[in-house]
Every structure is written in C-alpha cells, then in structure tokens.
C-alpha cells in the first residue's frame, strides 16, 4: 500500500519556466511532508519542508504548497535551472516518529 | 565538517554469500537508517535505530540485519545474498525528534 504517491515519473520543463511537481498521500495521520533532490550516484539531500499546520513554505525558488483536505503537496521552483535537473522525492512524517515514507520519487529534466 | 559516508561504493557478490555494508556518521545522530533504492518503489525502510542497542525492522526486513553497537555505525548485513537484493543501498541519519535526515552517497549492490 503506497502512502505517498508520486503519479508522475518525469517532467520536461523549459529552462527559466516553472516546474510544479506533485504528490499525494493517504494517512491522514501525516503532518510534516519534505522533498528530497537526487542527483545520480549521489545520496538524497533534503531541500524544503512544510509541516500541517501552514499551507506554504518558500526558500529562494522553492515553494511547497500544502492541501490538506486534498491530501495533496506540490512543489514549485521558480525560475527552472539546468541544475534543477534530477529525481524529486517527496516524503511524509508524523508527530513522535522519526521515519519517513518517501514516494517514488518524479525525474525532472529542465530543457536549455 | 561532520557527514556520513558508506563503503563499499560498489559490491559484486554470489546468491548466498553473506554481505556487510557499513555506515558511518560524524553527526553524532541518534537515529540512523538504512534504505534501498528500486525502480518504481522509490525509498523503501529496511531497518532502523533510535539508539546504540536499538534496532527495528522497517517494510521491507526480511533477508537483512542490523546491530548498533556505538553511535557512529550502523552496519547492514544481508544474511544470504538474493538476486532480489540488488540494488542500490542508502544510509541515512537524523537527530532525536528530527525529520530530516542526513543521507550518504549509497552503495550499489549487484547479487549475481
């Protein structure tokens, strides 16, 4: 049973437009959500978090977006880079357990 | 500047040898995990540890073990080397009541 569900296994977006990657998860016992950036032979590293409690958290350009009625989290980055380039992971968290579930994760490749 | 760092990088083996990939972290983290990386699942947890003596098993254990003997380590040994266990393999690590975690540069396995 996926709880944290990535429906979109890559994404080609043209470099200084926006990305918007999605994910969806199932237990509404979820209250922090994360995304992980992965580059190849390198390990995940985080890059922006958003806990429950708001509906949006930018850093530079990264915002993630937060419904929770839809059970439904996107990022945002704003201008798109060639940098950007690489497999986004989303992740989910609740309160007192340290673990995350990840979902399978969404190839983005930015178009110069 | 503190990290996390796993060896080997890459490892060849034979279906039923035993196997033992080490995890290493400077960040003085009370929690470490161990993860595997395949198409189409993303992250999926196989052990983890809140402490030195603690361990558990996460949704995909059966076939590996843990031990946590300081702080520092959390080796993973795969008991009888599978096909089915090739992949590439993640350690990560976090603080007491952290959601983010800490990831190394991963070790991939191939099971002849």
């Known amino acids: 049973d996926q709880q944290v569900k990535q429906n979109s296994p890559s994404l080609s977006v043209q470099e200084g437009r926006i990305s918007i990657l999605n994910c969806d998860y199932t237990?509404?016992?979820?209250?922090?959500f994360l995304w992980y950036k992965k580059y190849p032979a390198e390990g995940p590293t985080f890059l922006i978090s958003?806990?429950?409690?708001?509906d949006k958290n930018e850093d530079g350009r990264f915002t993630v977006f937060l419904n929770k009625s839809a059970k439904h989290l996107s990022l945002h980055i704003v201008p798109s880079q060639p940098g950007d380039s690489a497999v986004y992971f989303c992740?989910?968290?609740?309160?007192?357990?340290?673990?995350?579930?990840f979902g399978t994760g969404t190839r983005l490749t930015i178009i110069p | 500047d503190a990290e996390i760092t796993q060896s080997p990088r890459h490892k060849i083996t034979e279906t039923g040898r035993q196997v033992t990939l080490a995890c290493h972290q400077t960040w003085n983290h009370n929690n470490m995990f161990w993860y595997r990386q395949d198409l189409g699942h993303g992250l999926r947890l196989i052990h983890y540890?809140?402490?030195?003596?603690?361990?558990n098993k996460g949704e995909v254990s059966d076939g590996y073990s843990v031990s946590r003997s300081n702080t520092e380590d959390l080796p993973l040994t795969l008991e009888s080397a599978a096909s089915s266990q090739t992949s590439v393999y993640f350690c990560?690590?976090?603080?007491?009541?952290?959601?983010?975690?800490?990831f190394g540069p991963g070790t991939r396995l191939t099971v002849l």
């Open positions: 237990n509404s016992m979820f209250d922090y």
């Open positions: 992740a989910a968290s609740f309160f007192g357990n340290e673990k995350l579930t």
């Open positions: 540890s809140y402490g030195v003596q603690d361990t």
């Open positions: 990560a690590s976090s603080e007491a009541g952290g959601n983010e975690q800490f």
């Open positions: 958003i806990s429950s409690i708001k």
